[in-house]
């Protein structure tokens, strides 16, 4: 009986002393953090807002080398187990995007910030704000130039277990209510942004005014160019199309925009005298004038392996794997020349003969230098060392050339001299160009980036100041307005044309513009979509230019006594790899919607050709 009376004291005892101490039994726990502390430390609330970057979509952006090889800049030549990149045309589910994961987690933040953030100051509670917003107005324009309108939701959508889920099924909007949403958010939080406007990895002023720059641009030729087709692309609610009554405002919008961000802090990257050095260094080099808004990468937190991916084959740092891109004969023509005329190779005469190079890179001499910076082709370098590329040789025999391949790479001919070069090109091989071309463009030249272990840390441009001046020329232009000349010809001037080089402006300067300055930046998919001619540009025709990836051989000449001998020919070829013409359907202007989601919310409309 003692023992009864003496636990129940301690119990007592216990009880008591809880009542009067409520904490006594309460411990911060060191492996969760609570609502109260996350929405009240500036750094915690930093690192969630680095997740929520780190997830901003791209289709064939940040350094996805596979996406890139899908349109018309490039052809797929890495392993063979995904040569499918050559021989496929695309779904209707291509592009699709539809990320209500990331908007609730967005709206949720919002949601617990303005209630819970009590501790936080207004100015920094504003900012985060803000940069919350720009997130989701960014996930939103990455949606509508895939989908066409999709539903706005801006609260959380929660369910009250009463047996009805209709209160959480939203209808799409129209594409025109997406676009004007992002615009007003933009509008609405670009001065609380401010405070970021010398960060370049956060969103700040001139952030949003670029995605405005954009998203309005894409807005506007919807709706002039769809309603110009013989069949717009529309749904009766306005799901998918845009009056084309809205298209000046749209222009407006987005002139308004990049004009003041031209006006701003930031200027086209001219630092070094070799302009194709110089459009190279421009995204190879950080923190540089040119780049708004990037995607950052550090050695020891987070790297990326384009360059392994895509490095020189010769210059392999660990012999792994290279050269999954092979640039496109297409796209290296679409640089002009300096003197303004076309950018077709002159590998043949009138008469259909070869015309003989005293050095390989001779026939690409006086061209936009912007190729350079973009393109590495024969008798140029990369890393200070020089690429070794010669498709073979090209033996003069009773009046014609006849052209052969050594089935090793790097071996030499009969006369002692190179067969066909280390770097290739050659047909139907891996891991080596197909074209004669290799990317250069954003493949980086630091020491170790083409290591599997050290990889490479230069930026992704998610905005850059070429493209705003390309937006607000393109822009005038539409709107009758004389300042897009000027734009241009600022672009172009850093290109190494001189000053005024274009007197007249066109739509078909503009496309190609956009086209050579933004090359693998992921714009020219949703270009030819926006101008309603992905269907044209990519007809599924073997014989298309642009359909096809077709490539450019260098070859030696062999002719003892001759004084072409020891010269250069090029002759044009449809790599073995590339099976099939690209062929954009109507249907491609509009992802499909998952089944998923149309079976999940009834008030879904499919889009057009579903």
Request: glycine share 8%; proline share 4%; with cysteine.
């Amino acid at each position: 009986m003692k023992k009864i009376y003496i636990a129940f004291a301690l119990f007592i005892g216990l009880t008591m002393n809880s009542c009067k101490h409520d904490d006594w039994f309460y411990r911060e726990s060191k492996n969760t953090i609570s609502d109260e502390q996350l929405w009240n430390d500036p750094n915690l609330i930093t690192s969630l807002l680095a997740n929520y970057y780190n997830r901003l979509p791209s289709l064939h952006g940040v350094f996805n080398t596979g996406g890139m090889t899908e349109i018309d800049d490039a052809m797929w030549s890495g392993t063979r187990d995904q040569n499918g990149r050559n021989d496929f045309q695309y779904g209707s589910d291509y592009g699709r995007y539809w990320d209500y994961g990331l908007i609730r987690d967005l709206n949720l933040s919002l949601e617990n910030i303005n209630t819970l953030g009590v501790k936080l100051t207004p100015a920094q509670k504003s900012l985060f704000i803000g940069e919350m917003r720009f997130i989701r107005a960014f996930v939103y324009f990455e949606m509508v130039k895939r989908m066409g309108g999709v539903p706005l939701v801006t609260k959380q959508l929660i369910y009250d277990f009463s047996g009805d889920p209709t209160p959480l099924q939203v209808p799409r909007a129209k594409e025109s209510e997406v676009y004007d949403f992002i615009y007003k958010e933009l509008e609405e939080i670009k001065a609380d942004l401010a405070a970021n406007n010398s960060i370049k990895t956060r969103a700040n002023r001139y952030t949003a005014l670029a995605l405005e720059s954009r998203a309005m641009l894409y807005a506007a030729s919807i709706a002039k160019y769809n309603s110009l087709m013989a069949a717009p692309i529309s749904t009766p609610g306005g799901e998918v199309g845009i009056p084309a009554s809205m298209a000046t405002d749209y222009y407006n919008k987005s002139l308004t925009a990049s004009k003041e961000i031209i006006a701003g802090p930031y200027a086209l990257y001219n630092e070094n005298a070799d302009k194709g050095a110089n459009f190279y260094d421009m995204l190879n080099k950080k923190p540089v004038s040119e780049v708004i808004f990037a995607k950052d990468f550090a050695l020891g937190t987070k790297v990326h392996r384009f360059t392994y991916d895509n490095i020189v084959k010769s210059m392999t740092e660990d012999n792994e794997a290279s050269s999954a891109i092979s640039p496109s004969l297409s796209l290296v023509e679409s640089f002009n020349y300096l003197d303004g005329s076309k950018g077709t190779l002159k590998d043949k005469d009138a008469n259909g003969n070869y015309i003989t190079y005293t050095n390989p890179a001779d026939i690409f001499a006086n061209k936009d230098a912007r190729l350079f910076g973009t393109v590495i082709y024969p008798g140029t370098s990369f890393k200070n060392s020089p690429v070794r590329m010669q498709a073979g040789v090209a033996v003069y025999n009773n009046g014609s050339y006849q052209l052969t391949t050594s089935a090793v790479l790097g071996a030499n001919y009969t006369d002692g001299q190179v067969w066909t070069g280390f770097d290739g090109p050659k047909d139907d091989a891996v891991d080596v160009s197909n074209t004669g071309f290799y990317i250069r463009k954003m493949v980086s030249d630091a020491p170790a980036a083409s290591t599997r272990g050290t990889s490479a840390v230069n930026w992704w441009p998610w905005f850059r100041l070429g493209e705003i001046y390309l937006n607000a020329a393109e822009a005038a232009f539409e709107l009758g307005r004389p300042e897009g000349l000027g734009y241009v010809n600022s672009v172009r001037a850093r290109a190494g044309f001189p000053a005024n080089s274009i007197s007249v402006l066109t739509n078909d300067i503009i496309r190609n513009e956009r086209r050579v300055e933004l090359a693998f930046e992921d714009h020219r998919y949703f270009d030819l979509k926006r101008w309603r001619i992905a269907h044209i540009v990519w007809d599924g025709t073997e014989t298309d230019p642009n359909a096809v990836v077709m490539g450019l051989y260098s070859y030696r000449v062999v002719r003892p006594g001759h004084q072409d001998n020891g010269k250069y020919i090029y002759a044009r070829v449809r790599p073995t790899r590339f099976r099939r013409a690209r062929l954009f359907r109507m249907t491609n202007y509009y992802s499909s919607i998952a089944q998923d989601v149309l079976n999940g919310n009834p008030k879904i409309v499919r889009n057009p050709f579903q």
